[in-house]
């Protein structure tokens, strides 16, 4: 199996089970599917590369700090396997990269003129939808 930078081999597992979908005689007695999992307590992962990852992966991290991809796009193991790998390769990849931090903006004075002329017509057309005055 493929080494990912960063990552040490015993924390990666592998594990095979059938695809779903339809077949014919053989799909029941072939175990095509793959199912990697990272194990994030064994990864050695800074935290926080570890705390983006998990954040990106979603339900795919179970409550026990497992991450778990499953593929089973193609019809052989290594196919599947590679596949998964490389999903966990871009999943860390995306992970390793911080998101830029939002500059504050202030919005320009057309645009608040703009915004508080809209808020004055509304304000008018929902006050005309009142009852009339007594006369």
Not at 88 to 107: D, I, Q, S, V
């Amino acid at each position: 199996m493929r080494r990912l930078p960063l990552i040490p081999p015993e924390a990666l597992s592998v594990t095979f089970l059938p695809s779903p979908g339809p077949g014919g005689q053989h799909v029941n007695k072939v175990e095509t599917a793959v199912r990697l999992s990272l194990d994030l307590d064994r990864a050695e992962l800074p935290d926080a590369l570890r705390l983006r990852l998990v954040r990106l992966a979603g339900r795919r991290v179970s409550g026990a700090g497992v991450l778990s991809i499953t593929a089973s796009r193609h019809r052989t193991q290594e196919a599947n396997r590679r596949d998964a790998l490389a999903r966990l390769e871009a999943l860390l990849a995306e992970a390793a990269h911080p998101p830029r931090p939002r500059k504050a903006t202030k919005p320009t004075r057309a645009s608040a003129e703009r915004r508080l002329a809209a808020k004055a017509h509304r304000a008018r057309a929902k006050a005309a939808r009142g009852r009339p005055p007594p006369d």
